[in-house]
């Protein structure tokens, strides 16, 4: 049936809208283009004269009209702009012919072949309930050219470039769920801007080949025009799709459309295209159907997609280091190192328990558990022929320690083994590529370097959920002292509350995490080479050296960003580092939190540290998280708004056996003997180590015992009369303080110690300097003894006298003791003390804030 043979009652089944300004002649050949369609459906044309200043334009349209009438209509408007004339279209469309199932949109100045509504239109109605709108091939004529749009519609790539040109056939589904143009965008890349939408809203384009679409183009237009106001039109469009372009978004389009891993396990007879391995976003292929789709996208890399690295793995290493919660760090360092490798081997070493780490090291490792190949220098040495160590030329490696290692098995047999069948696949395959057009698009494997674009973020984590519930805890080393204690038990407390921690180290390739914390935590993350602390000498605020992270160069800044991308919030506990990425953070969604435990100072009293840089960067967070009232009280002096503060008190590190509070008390009835006196803690300069030192001298009739190591620097002078003892897990810990009688801490600064709170909770009574939180732990004379800070000399004195006094006093230390135990007794739960950070996160889930205005990819000055 031709466009000549339908009745003009008849409604269409089809409806082209054509916006008309200032091309009279040109929308008479676009217009006879739609009447000589095709085929069984009904077509009519929507001319939308948007108040063109040609009188030529609207004498064309009505021509038309009054000769077909029910195939061409004629709508006027005042001049609102091209997407104002396609909305009035639609409406018109919509309104009146409630059958019509799809509308095309065709600018004034371009043609359709005869076949191309009846093909499009098939297409659509064959395809699913997802598919929104059918889009052609780029055939252009006036300047002539070719450009295929050819391949799997992704939405991913859409958000890079577009894909898409308006001359496409749109189903009415995406139109009836409220899809239109935005009017406010006059200077170009609206239709960009509306395939954007309808596919946040669910839809999906479809490519019909050979559409025979003809696209106008010369030398000037609105196109021209918006290819140099690209940038600015593209920040706006951006920034009024946020939600699309969120990284947890980004990682599951990513994961469902152009995944970054091709997965071979040992001895499986498949290939899964993943990023990440614990949940994969496509279904698995045969191995020879994986063949053939990475060779078929070496010879069309803009339509086709493999992903562009190949991830071989022995059997149990993809499982212990999922265990040891490192795989998805080892993944994105892998990634990071495949820059400039072209094979990367990842190498699983036992360490002690609890002991975590992972370092570079140069070349290949032996025996790597894990092979990771750059695809395309497999496509470029397997279409040669060559041999697979020419894929391999360029070599790194990984080391990981965990405390559990697999019986280890090398997984290069299997990886020759495939790169052998490819290269014979290569072989086989008919040279000719098929594709005569050229294609402007960038190739699919590079869809990962698309986040520097989107997000201004470097190596993205490939960690992939379906919430936002990823909390970050940043800190910038990991040895179980207090502060870490915290972090657990806030991971603890996420955990409970439905949220998924993770312990991120940004200064170090080596953390301590025991088997209890560590399944706390979703994830462990180390850094890139060299971690993003450090400080700038050259730069202080109130007297404390910045960050020195901004020195490090914008790429290692974008990966730290990238590592960080998939959380919802971050909660940076002394990590300075994160001070130089927290702005970047907000930018793209994450909300910000600085967590403050001390204030530190030098030796001489300067300040330094984190707080007083915190200060500097306090802009970028959204809140500030502290442990006591006193540093609360600190901050709002130091103009942090108090509405910003989370008070979250500190309570003890770890549950206490049952019972064994109540018996350590008990025991304490009636004992005698030596006074026994306790140090529990870092062996680091903070905790008055020298005072220790003096004391121990002054009280050569107490009983000492000492338990700790350093941790922040090297391991101290030995103390005489003092054997120190290893750390102590929770048990021994409580075990050590049921023993002694006295907590002695002659630290120079301090936070709010929870070794206070657990030697309290087991009726040993804390001896500490007044300093930091310690008069909000401790009632002097009540549940524990304070001295305050004088003279070095005098310091120890007063301790040495402190502890002469309970040696022979045992009522006055027996009621210490029972005060110390009541005091312990009626600290709140850990969900209670940390109600306030869960509500805070809550909040933003219900409420998600705006991101903030700072430009992603501007990351350093």
């Given amino acids: ?109 371009n043609r359709l072949g005869p076949l191309l ?88 384009g479809r490519h019909l080949p050979m559409s025979g679409f003809a696209y106008r ?16 039109i593209l920040a706006g469009m951006r920034a009024a799709l946020r939600p699309l372009a969120r990284p947890q978004r980004l990682l599951a389009l990513e994961s469902a459309e152009v995944p970054r891993f091709l997965l071979y396990r040992a001895g499986s007879p498949i290939a899964e295209p993943v990023v990440d391995p614990l949940r994969p976003g ?109 894929a391999a030329r360029r070599r790194a490696g990984l080391r990981v320690i965990l405390p559990d290692v697999p019986t280890p098995s090398d997984p290069l047999a299997e990886a020759e083994d495939e790169y052998a069948a490819l290269a014979e696949t ?33 190596a993205v984590l490939p960690w992939v ?77 109130l007297g404390a050296p910045l960050p020195g992270a901004s020195g ?21 506990t002394h990590a300075r580092g994160v001070h130089a990425i927290a702005g970047a953070l907000r930018g793209i969604g994450i909300r910000t939190v600085a967590g403050l435990h001390v204030v530190e100072r030098e030796a001489a009293g300067a300040p330094m540290g984190n707080p007083h840089a915190l200060l500097a960067h306090e802009g970028d967070y959204d809140a500030v998280a502290v442990v006591s009232e006193g540093l609360r009280d600190w901050g709002i002096a130091q103009g942090i708004p108090a509405s910003k503060i989370l008070l979250l008190p500190n309570g003890p590190g770890h549950e206490a056996a049952p019972g064994t509070a109540a018996a350590a008390l008990a025991a304490r009835e009636g004992r005698d003997g030596r006074l026994r006196a306790l140090f529990l803690g870092r062996l680091d300069p903070q905790k008055g180590l020298d005072r220790l030192r003096d004391i121990v001298a002054l009280t050569p009739w107490a009983e000492w015992r000492a338990a700790g190591r350093a941790v922040l620097g090297r391991e101290p002078e030995p103390i005489p009369g003092l054997d120190i003892e290893p750390p102590a897990d929770g048990n021994g810990v409580d075990a050590l303080l049921a023993w002694a009688d006295v907590l ?41 003894l304070l001295v305050e800070v004088r003279a070095d000399p005098a310091v120890s004195a007063a301790f040495a006298d402190r502890l002469a006094a309970l040696s022979v006093d045992r009522g006055l230390l027996l009621a210490l003791a029972r005060g110390a135990a009541a005091r312990a007794a009626a600290l709140p739960d850990l969900a209670t003390r940390t109600r306030p950070l869960l509500d805070w996160l809550q909040a933003g889930q219900n409420g998600p804030a705006e991101p903030s205005d700072v430009t992603p990819e501007v990351l350093a000055p």
């Fill in 1 to 109: 049936m031709t466009g000549a043979e339908i009745a003009p009652e008849l409604p269409p089944d089809i409806a082209v809208v054509i916006p008309a300004w200032r091309q009279p002649a040109l929308l008479e050949e676009a217009i006879l283009s739609v009447l000589a369609q095709r085929g069984p459906r009904r077509v009519a044309a929507v001319v939308v004269d948007d108040g063109c200043p040609m009188p030529e334009t609207r004498a064309a349209a009505l021509r038309f009209a009054t000769a077909h009438p029910g195939r061409v209509f004629l709508l006027r408007k005042a001049n609102g702009g091209l997407s104002a004339a396609r909305n009035t279209g639609i409406d018109f469309v919509l309104r009146a012919w409630p059958g019509c199932r799809a509308v095309f949109f065709l600018d004034a100045d």
């Fill in 117 to 204: 509504i009846h093909r499009a239109a098939a297409l659509l109605e064959a395809s699913g309930p997802e598919t929104g709108w059918i889009y052609p091939d780029f055939d252009f004529f006036g300047i002539p050219g070719h450009a295929s749009a050819a391949g799997e519609h992704s939405l991913f790539m859409h958000l890079l470039e577009n894909t898409s040109d308006a001359g496409s056939l749109v189903s009415r589904r995406v139109l009836d769920a409220g899809l239109r143009f935005d009017e406010g965008m006059r200077q170009g890349f609206e239709d960009w801007d509306f395939w954007l939408r309808a596919g946040a809203a669910g839809f999906r």
């Fill in 217 to 232: 183009r010369r030398a000037g237009g609105m196109r021209v025009e918006a290819e140099r106001r690209r940038a600015a």
């Fill in 282 to 390: 496509r279904a698995p292929l045969d191995r020879a159907a994986a063949r053939r789709q990475i060779v078929e996208a070496s010879r069309h890399p803009q339509a086709v997609h493999a992903p562009p690295f190949l991830l071989f793995a022995a059997l149990g290493a993809l499982e212990a280091l999922a265990a040891g919660r490192l795989l998805h760090n080892v993944l994105w360092q892998a990634e990071i190192l495949l820059r400039g490798a072209d094979a990367v081997g990842i190498a699983l070493a036992a360490g002690p328990a609890g002991r975590l780490g992972l370092e570079r090291v140069e070349g290949m490792p032996e025996g790597p558990a894990l092979l990771l190949y750059r695809t395309e220098s497999w496509q470029e040495s397997a279409a040669l022929g060559a041999p697979v160590a020419s």
């Fill in 426 to 458: 290569f072989a086989t395959r008919h040279p000719d590529r098929g594709e005569w057009r050229g294609d402007w698009r960038r190739p699919r494997a590079r869809a990962h370097l698309g986040y520097g674009e989107l997000i201004g973020a470097g």
């Fill in 465 to 541: 959920t379906a919430d936002a519930r990823d909390v970050a805890l940043a800190a910038p080393v990991f040895e179980m002292g207090g502060v870490e204690r915290v972090l657990v038990g806030y991971a603890r407390a996420l955990r409970q509350a439905g949220w998924r921690p993770h312990l991120v180290v940004t200064g170090a390739g080596t953390a301590l995490v025991p088997a209890d914390a560590l399944a706390a935590f979703e994830t462990v993350q180390f850094p890139a080479r060299g971690g993003i602390e450090g400080v700038d000498p050259n730069t202080a605020h």
């Fill in 552 to 572: 490090l160069g914008e790429g290692t800044l974008r990966d730290a960003v990238g590592q960080l991308a998939p959380m919802a919030a971050v909660l940076a």
């Fill in 744 to 784: 002695v801490l002659p630290s120079r600064f301090e936070g709010s110690p929870l070794i206070i709170l657990e030697a309290q909770r087991m009726g040993c009574v804390p001896l500490v300097t007044q300093t930091g939180a310690v008069a909000e732990m401790v009632a002097d004379g009540v549940d524990g």
